[in-house]
Each structure stands twice: as structure tokens, then as C-alpha cells.
């Protein structure tokens, strides 16, 4: 399962209202190769499931992840931060052995 904290719940809801999407819109967390350490984060809106994708609900918020990806993405958290070092989205990965400086690759 993939998890959505409160600052991150609240920053999709705006965004998704900001662009006028309607319920059949879920968050949809990928990975892709690249980065610093290797493998990225990928995040977008997007109002079709495929048939291998794996489907979670955490406070609301609809995410969905293929599977490919969700190998590397099981029991994350999605969070948010809008702080002075405000980093935006960032992925709290159990999964991830390293990190690059800037949290937006890893390595598994």
C-alpha cells in the first residue's frame, strides 16, 4: 500500500481542484530509470487504470501505481513540504537503501 500523509492529501486536493479535474481523476505514482542514484519519482493525474495497475484510497486521495513501479513503491508515504527548504512532494521509500541529495531519485 501507498500512503498519503495530511499536507500531501491537502496539496492533491488543491491541485486537482486548480485544474478542474473530476472524481474519475487519481494520483498515479510511478518510477522511472535516471537521476542521481538511479531510479526517479514520477507523479501526474490521470483518469485511466490499466488493467495490471494496483489501486489504493488513503485518506481519500485515489492512487494508483503500476505494477513495475509499485515493486519499489510498497508501503511508501507520499508527504509534502512548503517549508523554507520546501521540497515539494517528496516519497518517505522503506524500500530506498540510498537517497540523492535532493530525495528525488534513489536506488534500491
Known sequence: MITVSDKAKEK??????????DETYR???SVAGGGC??????????????????????KGVRVVVDMKSFLYLAGTQLDFSDGLNG????FDNPNAS?????????SV
Open 37 to 58: 542514484s538511479g531510479l526517479s519519482y514520477k507523479l501526474d493525474f490521470d483518469n485511466e487504470v490499466k488493467p495490471m495497475d494496483q489501486e489504493f484510497e488513503d
Open 98 to 106: 540510498r537517497t540523492c541529495g535532493c530525495g528525488e531519485s534513489f
Open 27 to 29: 494520483l498515479r505514482a
Open 12 to 21: 492533491v486536493e488543491r491541485l486537482m481542484s486548480d485544474a478542474q479535474l
Open 87 to 90: 521540497k515539494g512532494f517528496y
